[in-house]
């Protein structure tokens, strides 16, 4: 069964508006997840390293007050697209760890429309 | 920092037959971990293959494979009696064991299989 619950698989937004996209560790507690970026027949981008119980780690070039994360529990990390924009129409990807340098399991993505 | 690097955006193969996928990556550590990574359309971001830097041994799976040639920094995939299954986007991948330990991903090869 699934070990990384991501959610939604999907959504559309207006211009403007916020949106919140949850990943959740199934199986085990996850002290680190990591958030990707993914357009269109492209690769994935790391956007930040999400830290329990600390403060986000953004990648370069990554604007840390557009995309909030919050990794409040072991079991849960949270992005939020701030007023979103169609440029932030996108395919975003959550994975965890289990243990140190253990292999990542990556959420099934957010589709991200914004209109 | 690390960069991956795949050079065939596209690849095609005849089912049952065997086909080789190219990755080259650029690090100044002597140890971390590599992947190969398969993306179907679904998108869910399967692992199919890791190999340790630090093992002379080159990784197996059942059909798929590695070539890794640590000096040459090159970690080539070979997917054998390919099935129509394996049709998908792939996705070469390095992995520091030190550091922030993120997982750099090359620009993905999209593999076709013809019936």
């Known amino acids: 069964g699934a070990v990384v619950s991501q959610h939604p698989s999907w959504v559309i937004c207006k211009s403007g508006t916020s949106v919140k996209i949850e990943c959740r560790s199934l199986?085990?507690?996850?002290?680190?997840m990591f958030w990707y970026r993914q357009f269109p027949k492209q690769s994935l981008m790391l956007m930040a390293t999400s830290n329990e119980g600390s403060k986000a780690t953004y990648e370069q070039g990554v604007e840390k007050d557009k995309f909030l994360i919050n990794h409040a529990s072991l079991t849960l990390s949270t992005l939020t697209v701030t007023s979103a924009h169609p440029e932030d129409s996108s395919f975003y990807i959550c994975s965890v760890e289990a243990a140190p340098l253990a292999p990542l399991h990556f959420g099934n993505g957010t589709r991200l429309t914004v209109t | 920092a690390q960069t991956v690097t795949q050079s065939q955006p596209e690849m095609s193969v005849q089912e049952a037959e065997t086909v080789t996928l190219s990755c080259t990556y650029d690090?100044?550590?002597?140890?971390?971990?590599l992947f190969w990574y398969k993306q179907p359309p679904s998108r869910q971001m399967i692992l199919v293959i890791r190999?340790?830097?630090?093992?002379?041994q080159n990784a197996t799976e059942n059909r798929f494979s590695v070539n890794f040639q640590k000096a040459a920094k090159s970690f080539s995939l070979k997917i054998s009696d390919s099935q129509l299954g394996d049709a998908a986007m792939y996705f070469c991948?390095?992995?520091?064991?030190?550091?922030?330990?993120?997982?750099?991903f090359g620009q993905g090869t999209r593999l076709t299989i013809n019936p």
């Open positions: 199986d085990f507690q996850a002290t680190t």
């Open positions: 690090t100044s550590e002597s140890d971390y971990y």
């Open positions: 190999q340790e830097a630090y093992k002379q």
């Open positions: 991948a390095y992995r520091s064991v030190q550091g922030a330990q993120k997982l750099v």
